[in-house]
T-cell receptor, first 114, second 113 residues
Framework: QQQVKQSPQSLIVQKGGISIINCAYENTAFDYFPWYQQFPGKGPALLIAIRPDVSEKKEGRFTISFNKSAKQFSLHIMDSQPGDSATYFCAAKESGGGADGLTFGKGTHLIIQP | DGGITQSPKYLFRKEGQNVTLSCEQNLNHDAMYWYRQDPGQGLRLIYYSQIVNDFQKGDIAEGYSVSREKKESFPLTVTSAQKNPTAFYLC????????????FGPGTRLLVL
C-alpha cells in the first residue's frame, strides 16, 4: 500500500521555467511533509518542509503548497536552473513523535534543459 | 566535520555471502535508520533504532540484520537470505523522537557478483 503518491515520475523543464511536482496522501495522521533533493550517487538532503497549519512555505526559489482538505502538497521550483537537475522525493511523517522512518514517495527525476 | 559516514562506497557480494555495511554518525543523534533505494521505488525502510541496544523492523526487514551497540554506530548486515540485494543503501539519523528532520549519509551501492 503506497501511502504517499508522487507524480510525475520524470519531468523535463526548460531553464527559467517553473518545475512542479505533486504528492498526495491518505493518512490523516501525517503532520510533517518534507521534500528531499538527491543528486546521483549521493544521499538525499532536506530541501524544505511544511506542517499542515500553513498552506504555503517559501524558501528562495522553492515553495511548498499544501492543501489539507485535498490531502495534497506540491513543490514548485521557480526560475529552474540546470543545477536543480536531481531526483526529488516527497515524504510524510505521522504525529506523535514515533521513531519509525519517513514514508517516501517514489521520486521525480527532474531534468532542467539549458 | 559533523555528519554521517557510510562505508564502503561500493560493495560486492558473492552468492551465499553475508556482507556488512557501516554507518557512523558524530551528530549525537539518538535515532538511526537504514533505507533501501531501488530505481523508481523511492526509499523503503529496512530497520530503525531509537536507542542503544534496541532496534525495530521496518517495511522490508527480511534478509537483513542490524545491531546498535554504540550510539554512533548502526551497521547493517545483508545476509544470504536476501535474494535480491543489489540496491543503494542509505543510512540516516535524527536527534530524537520529537525531531522530524532526518539527515542522510552518502550511501553504499551493493552489487552482486
Amino acid at each position: 500500500q503506497q501511502q504517499v503518491k508522487q507524480s510525475p515520475q520524470s519531468l523535463i523543464v526548460q531553464k527559467g521555467g517553473i518545475s512542479i511536482i505533486n504528492c498526495a496522501y491518505e493518512n490523516t495522521a501525517f503532520d510533517y511533509f518534507p521534500w528531499y533533493q538527491q543528486f546521483p550517487g549521493k544521499g538525499p538532503a532536506l530541501l524544505i518542509a511544511i506542517r499542515p497549519d500553513v498552506s504555503e512555505k517559501k524558501e528562495g526559489r522553492f515553495t511548498i503548497s499544501f492543501n489539507k482538505s485535498a490531502k495534497q502538497f506540491s513543490l514548485h521550483i521557480m526560475d529552474s536552473q540546470p543545477g536543480d537537475s536531481a531526483t526529488y522525493f516527497c515524504a510524510a511523517k505521522e504525529s506523535g513523535g514515533g521513531a519509525d522512518g519517513l514514508t517516501f514517495g517514489k521520486g521525480t527525476h527532474l531534468i532542467i534543459q539549458p | 566535520d559533523g555528519g554521517i559516514t557510510q562505508s564502503p562506497k561500493y560493495l560486492f557480494r558473492k552468492e551465499g555471502q553475508n556482507v556488512t555495511l557501516s554507518c557512523e554518525q558524530n551528530l549525537n543523534h539518538d535515532a538511526m535508520y537504514w533505507y533501501r533505494q531501488d530505481p523508481g521505488q523511492g526509499l523503503r525502510l529496512i530497520y530503525y533504532s531509537q536507542i542503544v541496544n534496541d532496534f525495530q523492523k521496518g517495511d522490508i526487514a527480511e534478509g537483513y540484520s542490524v545491531s546498535r551497540e554504540k550510539k554512533e554506530s548502526f551497521p547493517l548486515t545483508v545476509t544470504s537470505a536476501q535474494k535480491n540485494p543489489t540496491a543503494f543503501y542509505l543510512c540516516a539519523s535524527r536527534t530524537g523522537l520529537a525531531a522530524e528532520t532526518q539527515y542522510f549519509g552518502p550511501g553504499t551501492r551493493l552489487l552482486v557478483l
